[in-house]
């Protein structure tokens, strides 16, 4: 079940480490407060400000006041330093989509060999899709979106012919945050045999 209050707290640790995060070659940043230890934090990345921020701002939920306020400082703070290091994130935008589209594109050809044996894996590997999706944007003014996009219909069309539409994969709350339109992969699993 989805609870905003971890997405609340781990956002506050990606604020945290962000600007050294910027600072740094690392696109896979592993955060200094790493969260408790049964619901440990993901690694700072874009897409996973991203995917955090798209949460935090959709989801309809009913938070205190202060808590509700701490949520939109965060969020506000975070856009702040979006805009201030665009440059920078532009360009490790640009890193992580190429490593998560060779990431992906190994898993859809994995799918494609021996279905029945990665299907398993498929609501893990879907995060990476989503992250994909969540970059796309983030790098929609650049020279070389055509290239990306195109390798992301490849992949997806790969994709399509082994899925079969079915309920929504994650919590029924993240589906305003997720739509069948722009997230329809979410919407299903692999056709086994």
Not at 118 to 145: F, M, P
Not at 158 to 177: G, K
Request: glycine share 2%; net charge neutral; proline share 3%.
């Amino acid at each position: 079940m989805y609870n905003i209050l971890d997405d609340i707290a781990a956002f506050k640790a990606m604020l945290n480490d962000f600007v050294p995060f910027v600072q740094s070659p690392t696109i896979f940043w592993k955060l200094s407060n790493p969260g408790p230890f049964m619901k440990r934090y993901p690694t700072l990345t874009i897409a996973g400000i991203m995917f955090c921020m798209e949460k935090l701002t959709k989801v309809q939920t009913d938070l205190d006041i202060n808590t509700t306020n701490q949520k939109n400082n965060l969020v506000a703070q975070m856009n702040y330093n979006l805009i201030k290091w665009n440059d920078i994130l532009i360009r490790k935008s640009l890193f992580e989509i190429n490593s998560r589209l060779r990431s992906w594109k190994i898993y859809v050809d994995d799918c494609i060999n021996d279905i029945n044996d990665y299907d398993k894996y498929y609501t893990e590997e879907i995060y990476g899709r989503v992250y994909i999706h969540l970059l796309l944007q983030t790098l929609k003014n650049h020279d070389q979106i055509s290239i990306l996009q195109n390798k992301v219909h490849v992949y997806d069309t790969q994709l399509a012919q082994l899925f079969v539409e079915n309920t929504f994969l994650w919590d029924q709350s993240l589906q305003i945050v997720f739509p069948r339109e722009n997230y329809w992969y979410l919407y299903g699993r692999l056709k086994t045999t």
